[in-house]
Every structure is written in C-alpha cells, then in structure tokens.
C-alpha cells in the first residue's frame, strides 16, 4: 500500500515511525512531516487543510491508504472529501471533529447524554464572561472555545488572572479560537486519557496514558 500521513508533530513521528514497519507499506509519504519524519518517509509539501488539494495529491501519487493525524484538518472535513472520493482514510469526520474543535459543544453532548462534567458557562463577550468570573471567583478555568494548539486553556488561581486570560482570548491572541470561551468550575485530581477506536459500529478500547 502507498500510505500518506498528513501532519508534522509528535504524534505524527510515532504513526510514520509505526506504519513504516508495516509489511503491508510499500511507500510510506509524510505532509509536511518534519525533520525526524524525513528520517522514515518522504515529506511533502501540502496545504493538509485544503481537502481538494489533499484529493488531488491522493490521486496523482497512487496513494491507497491516508492517516489524518491533527485536529486542524479533521475540523476542516478533510477526511469527509477523501471519503466520498472513496479514498480509505482514518480520521473523524468534521461532524464529529466539532468534539476536538469546540468545547461548548462537547459540553452540550455531555450534558444531552447525562455524562459528567465540571460545571461551566459559555459566552460569546466578554462583559458576560467577566461577570461571570467575579460571581464565581476562583480558583476557575478559562478555554478558548476553539482549536488553540494546546495553548488556549488557563487554569487561573485568582480572579486577576482569569479576566486577563479573557482580556487575551477576546482580544484575538488566540485567533478565531477565542471568540468563544467555555469558563469551567475547577476540578483538582489525577487526569488521564483513555483511548477508544470506532468506526460507528464497533468499539475498539485501545489503553491510557497520562501526561
């Protein structure tokens, strides 16, 4: 199989490091992968957001198998372009990449599934946010609503420090990301992940892990 990854970070090494082992991988192409991943694959120069540009490439290169690895591209539809071109693809699709790429929207699931969550408040300005904040107090978590590159979450221990981390996300330091803010009741404990694969049939339980 010609197998395509498209990302250029850490997760995207361990996958291309994991597929090139793979007997059934017989070119194994990285978008745009990095200095480690020039390593085990060919890296390419792709706009891993544009799904037409994604399809083209698919195509003209034979590729029969694409891994999407970063949120980004999922929340973009990327992988519902491959998928009605009948491209195999791993990866989510944009309905439900909204779970990565929106907070207050996999708070609403949560609460329509009746599954736990730290209390919270969603706005769309900051007055509304900042009141909020003050009825509260602190200590309280402040979340860009969007996808921030990890950086869009503040865990503020005193009331100063949340309304400056409104001041940032609504005065665009964190792009469109932070257009909306999720404020959440702050939880003290062990966190952990747990990670499940499914094709919307089977469930898959495939470990933890903890920062």
């Known amino acids: 199989m010609n197998i395509l990854i498209l990302g250029s970070g850490g997760r995207e090494h361990s996958l291309a490091w994991a597929v090139a082992q793979n007997p059934k991988c017989d070119q194994l192409m990285v ?14 120069d792709l706009n891993i957001l544009d799904g037409a540009a994604v399809l083209a490439f698919v195509r003209s290169q034979a590729i029969d198998f ?43 699931i949560c609460d329509a599934a009746g599954a736990p969550t730290a209390g919270y408040g969603h706005f769309t300005d900051q007055p509304s946010a900042a009141d909020y904040v003050r009825k509260m107090g602190a200590p309280i978590v402040v979340k860009a609503d969007g996808l921030a590159a990890g950086k869009g979450v503040i865990v503020a221990m005193s009331e100063q420090e949340a309304l400056e981390a409104l001041d940032d996300m609504f005065s665009g330091e964190f792009g469109s990301a932070g257009a909306e803010v999720v404020i959440e009741e702050f939880m003290e404990g062990e966190e952990a992940s747990y990670f499940i694969l499914c094709d919307g049939r089977d469930v898959l339980a495939i470990g933890t892990a903890q920062d």
Not at 33 to 39: E, F, H, S
Not at 76 to 105: H, I, T
């Open 66 to 108: 694409v891994i999407i690895g970063p949120e980004a591209p999922l929340a973009a539809g990327v992988a519902d372009v491959l998928r009605a071109a009948d491209v195999l693809c791993f990866g989510p699709s944009q309905a439900a990449a909204q779970l990565e790429a929106s907070k207050f929207f996999t708070k609403s």
């Open 31 to 44: 978008a745009p992968g990095n200095a480690g991943i020039a390593k085990i694959a060919d890296c390419v």
